[in-house]
């Protein structure tokens, strides 16, 4: 049996504000009441710990061995907390650029 699917309180809904796309409140939208919830976040790739653990499969030979020898550190990071979001169903289909999402 499938797994029922979560809810949204009325505190939840304030909290993600205007649609991230068209800025209109959540029910100012034409058409039916559906919308998307996104979570954006910003990352950025750490190169040095790219090439040391590149550096680390060229000498021991292989990836395999070296995601078991190596230190598993974190080849990207966030530079940005994530920021939660709603889209109209009617503004999915618009295409907003993703830097101008995360502003507030």
Known sequence: MAEELKGMKQAELVALGSCGVCHKKIGDS???????????????????????NAGLEMMLGSPAVAAVMGTDEDMAKFICEPKRMFVHDRCADKTPHLAMLLED
């Open 30 to 52: 034409e058409g039916l009441p559906v919308f998307y919830v996104v979570e954006i976040s910003r990352a950025m790739l750490d190169r040095r710990a790219i090439r040391r």
